[in-house]
């Protein structure tokens, strides 16, 4: 097996076993399936979403995927489970599909862990735009996106913290002095982090943007948001998550907490550390694109009146 292939495989182990993203999915799939749905699975992956489509008891489910290994296991799997019959596979970017009926439900879970980056926006539009029928139903229907300032220590900060110090009577910083180089090279690269609480926050969470999938045509330019600060510290950066409404009963909150969604959180580090008092204010700005390493963010502080 190919390193490739078997990093495929751990992709979708990762996200199978997450009951917390699945089982939603699976609620909301079997409450919004009519006999005489055709139904689209937007990068269709392990099949999961067209199989709980076509146990369900749809008419026909189109599922899109574009690499040819993981369909082939799809198909597969479909085969063995008795759901083939009213599955059609397609190895196809959903760019460049063609699909020979209109459809009345759109499925996907092209989330990514930073969201927008698994060009989520431009495949769901194109598709809703060009073949779903006039009753137009999603799921999920929309994606809402917290933002909240953090005094959160990352890993590199930890190390470099642990290596300023002597150990055993040796002064060993110069291993530290390279962490440290590591982390201005990366600093201003958003990252993932699985928090459990909200001990670090430092105001309240704002809802700073909301992916409509009836309307999103594009990747937002900007988005801006303003806090109160709750309480005096060292501001590190931003944490972002999201809440993913997949009906009106189910949804999926990447909120930190004491079990989390393989999704995590995003952490935007500040490029220098800021100490920041109660009731000040904070002006965050952030220009994301689809590759995350392209991301743009501001941090302005705001001096008390």
Not at 263 to 286: A, M
Request: glycine fraction near 4%.
């Amino acid at each position: 097996m190919k390193p490739e292939d078997k990093k495929i495989i751990r992709t979708h182990q990762v996200m199978l076993a997450d009951s917390l993203r699945v089982l939603p999915y699976k609620r909301a799939i079997e409450r919004a399936v009519k006999k005489s749905d055709i139904i689209c699975d937007l990068g269709a992956g392990s099949g999961i979403l067209a199989f709980f489509a076509a146990k369900s008891g749809c008419r026909k489910v189109y599922a899109l995927e574009k690499n040819a290994q993981v369909m082939a296991v799809a198909q597969e799997i479909a085969q063995k489970n008795d759901l083939a019959s009213n599955i059609v596979f397609m190895e196809k970017d959903a760019l460049a599909c063609r699909l020979k009926d209109k459809i009345d439900l759109l499925l996907q879970e092209q989330i990514g862990a930073f969201i927008w980056d698994e060009n989520m926006i431009a495949q769901l539009s194109y598709i809703r735009d060009n073949f779903m029928k006039r009753k137009k139903r999603f799921i999920p229907q929309k994606i809402e996106i917290f933002f909240v300032p953090t005094d959160y220590k990352s890993k590199a900060e930890r190390a470099i913290s642990f290596w300023s110090k002597k150990h055993y009577g040796i002064d060993l910083s110069p291993l530290g002095f390279k962490l440290f180089m590591e982390r201005i090279n990366g600093a201003v690269l958003p990252g993932i982090v699985s928090l459990k609480d909200s001990r670090t926050f430092l105001s309240k969470e704002k809802l700073g943007y909301t992916i409509d999938f009836k309307r999103e045509s594009t990747i937002p330019h900007e988005i801006n948001i303003t806090f109160k600060l709750k309480k005096g510290a060292v501001l590190r950066g931003m944490l972002v998550f999201f809440k993913i409404y997949l009906d009106e009963k189910n949804l999926i909150s990447t909120r930190p907490k004491k079990n989390n969604t393989h999704w995590g959180q995003i952490f935007l580090p500040c490029f220098q550390e800021k100490t920041v008092e109660k009731d000040s204010g904070l002006n965050f700005t952030l220009r994301p694109q689809i590759d995350p390493r392209k991301w743009k963010f501001d941090f302005e502080v705001l001096s008390l009146s």
